[in-house]
T-cell receptor, first 113, second 112 residues
Framework: DAGVTQSPTHLIKTRGQQVTLRCSPK?????VSWYQQALGQGPQFIFQ???????QRGNFPDRFSGHQFPNYSSELNVNALLLGDSALYLC????????????FGSGTRLTVV | GENVEQHPSTLSVQEGDSAVIKCTYS??????FPWYKQELGKRPQLIID?????GEKKDQRIAVTLNKTAKHFSLHITETQPEDSAVYFC???????????FGKGTMLLVSP
């Protein structure tokens, strides 16, 4: 049973560029949440997708946007990258919109230079 | 926003000792209280969770206790081992949210 997979694992971008990160949820899960984890901090909630809609959003600017596809996979897009966007981006999935039993992917390490 | 605080931020113990990490939250309607373990460079992994209708849950060497009146829950690790060394996060589900709100983490160091 495949867990949550994220790609790419590492990425280096220049300030002002745009980036797209990808996530495939665990088999049987249809809800995807994205988190940003800065070095030495706890994960911060970005947004959650369920039934291809953004269901909830954390305190992140509009530069952060996302999408969920019919196969439940998801993308996180960040425009106009800032140095402060450098972080580990984690994707987590759960079944049927539940908040229980989150399974996390290994994350994408984004470095903005 | 909702407030989630963890204490202590770092905890050093000798192998075999017990460790306790406390998490306080501000929303009295919160109903789900998990703890995650994150080893260096790895993903957070759920180690134990508790729901609001239960006061305590135990799984081998780890346990979680919940005090809803005081709005805090704690992680207890007994007979600590060096492989318990990691960062531990509480992540309560706050009311009105379908997601988890993480604390800032507690770095646990277990010395042999």
């Amino acid at each position: 049973d495949a867990g949550v997979t994220q790609s790419p694992t590492h990425l280096i971008k220049t300030r002002g560029q745009q980036v797209t990160l990808r996530c495939s949820p665990k088999s049987g899960h249809d809800t995807v949440s994205w988190y940003q984890q800065a070095l030495g901090q706890g994960p911060q909630f970005i947004f959650q997708y369920y039934e291809e809609e953004e269901r909830q959003r954390g305190n992140f600017p509009d530069r952060f946007s996302g999408h969920q596809f019919p196969n439940y996979s998801s993308e996180l897009n960040v425009n106009a990258l800032l140095l402060g966007d450098s972080a580990l981006y984690l994707c987590a999935s759960t079944p049927s919109g539940r908040a229980y039993g989150y399974t996390f992917g290994s994350g994408t390490r984004l470095t903005v230079v | 926003g909702e407030n989630v605080e963890q204490h202590p931020s770092t905890l050093s113990v000798q192998e075999g000792d017990s460790a306790v990490i406390k998490c306080t939250y501000s929303d009295s309607a919160s109903n789900y209280f998990p703890w995650y373990k994150q080893e260096l460079g790895k993903r957070p992994q759920l180690i134990i969770d508790i729901r609001s209708n239960v006061g305590e849950k135990k799984d081998q060497r780890i346990a979680v206790t919940l005090n809803k009146t005081a709005k805090h829950f704690s992680l207890h690790i007994t007979e600590t081992q060096p492989e318990d060394s990691a960062v531990y996060f509480c992540a309560p589900r706050l009311s009105g949210y379908s997601t988890l709100t993480f604390g800032k983490g507690t770095m646990l160091l277990v010395s042999p």
